[in-house]
């Protein structure tokens, strides 16, 4: 199988489902890229390896890799080796504590998750990735204009002003000026993110500004 390996370009809000988002793989030597449909908790474990952010307790994909290091087993490299009725099929590439390979059936999503983690390198059939693939003219522009469908965007710029406060606690006018700007729907979905991250504090600002609106 003639492989194209992928790098993660984006992640950003799909047009339907609402709680869906759009993963953006590009070729890794290229312009090119295919955007695969994953769910919430996967693109949250993706942009907290991409960002290096920080959880109060592990999220399951770290999971998955404390249980496999405590068992010696490595992730060796990901493969989208299958597509159908727009799903992608990814097979995990593992190596166990006795240096036998075996393979895992898994969503790409889960499974590019896992290969940040354990910074595995990730493929797709070139097949499938030249049926599937499109030019990255358009993700340029969309670049130009700015990342506004990005669910943990609002959350990623509170936690970046935290980092460069020296890890001080944020001060409480700055977290409600910043709550107070978004709309209703930019609320709710870093309220998701608050909570997927387990930051209880954040999410109680949050749900209080949506009381007071209402």
């Given at each position: 199988?003639?492989?194209?390996?992928?790098?993660?370009?984006?992640?950003?809000a799909?047009?339907?489902?609402?709680?869906?988002f759009?993963?953006?793989?590009k070729?890794?030597?290229?312009?090119?890229?295919?955007?695969?449909?994953?769910?919430?908790?996967?693109?949250?474990?993706?942009?907290?390896?991409?960002?290096?952010?920080?959880?109060?307790?592990?999220?399951?994909?770290?999971?998955?890799?404390s249980?496999?290091?405590?068992?010696?087993?490595?992730?060796?490299?990901?493969?989208?080796?299958?597509?159908?009725?727009?799903v992608?099929?990814?097979d995990?590439?593992?190596?166990?504590?006795?240096?036998k390979?075996?393979?895992?059936?898994?969503?790409?999503?889960d499974?590019i998750?896992?290969?940040?983690?354990?910074?595995?390198?990730?493929?797709?059939?070139?097949?499938?990735?030249?049926?599937?693939c499109m030019?990255?003219?358009?993700?340029e522009?969309?670049?130009?204009e700015?990342?506004?469908?990005?669910?943990?965007?609002e959350y990623?710029?509170?936690?970046?002003?935290?980092?460069?406060?020296?890890g001080?606690?944020?001060?409480?006018?700055?977290?409600?000026?910043?709550?107070?700007?978004?709309?209703?729907?930019?609320?709710q979905?870093?309220l998701?993110?608050?909570?997927?991250?387990?930051?209880?504090?954040?999410?109680?600002k949050?749900q209080?500004?949506l009381?007071?609106?209402?």
């Amino acid at each position: 199988m003639e492989k194209t390996e992928l790098t993660v370009a984006d992640i950003h809000a799909a047009a339907q489902p609402s709680e869906a988002f759009s993963l953006i793989l590009k070729e890794k030597e290229g312009e090119r890229y295919v955007p695969v449909i994953i769910g919430m908790s996967e693109a949250r474990a993706i942009l907290v390896e991409l960002n290096q952010s920080p959880t109060h307790r592990p999220l399951t994909h770290e999971l998955f890799v404390s249980l496999a290091d405590h068992h010696g087993t490595m992730l060796v490299e990901v493969d989208i080796v299958h597509y159908e009725n727009g799903v992608y099929f990814a097979d995990m590439v593992m190596i166990g504590s006795d240096n036998k390979v075996f393979h895992l059936d898994a969503r790409p999503s889960d499974a590019i998750a896992l290969a940040l983690k354990f910074n595995a390198p990730f493929f797709m059939d070139t097949a499938i990735f030249e049926a599937n693939c499109m030019v990255d003219k358009k993700r340029e522009a969309e670049d130009e204009e700015g990342d506004d469908d990005n669910l943990f965007s609002e959350y990623n710029e509170l936690a970046d002003a935290l980092e460069e406060a020296g890890g001080e606690p944020l001060p409480e006018a700055f977290i409600d000026s910043k709550l107070k700007e978004m709309s209703e729907e930019e609320l709710q979905s870093l309220l998701d993110g608050a909570v997927e991250s387990e930051d209880f504090e954040l999410a109680e600002k949050i749900q209080k500004e949506l009381d007071r609106r209402h």
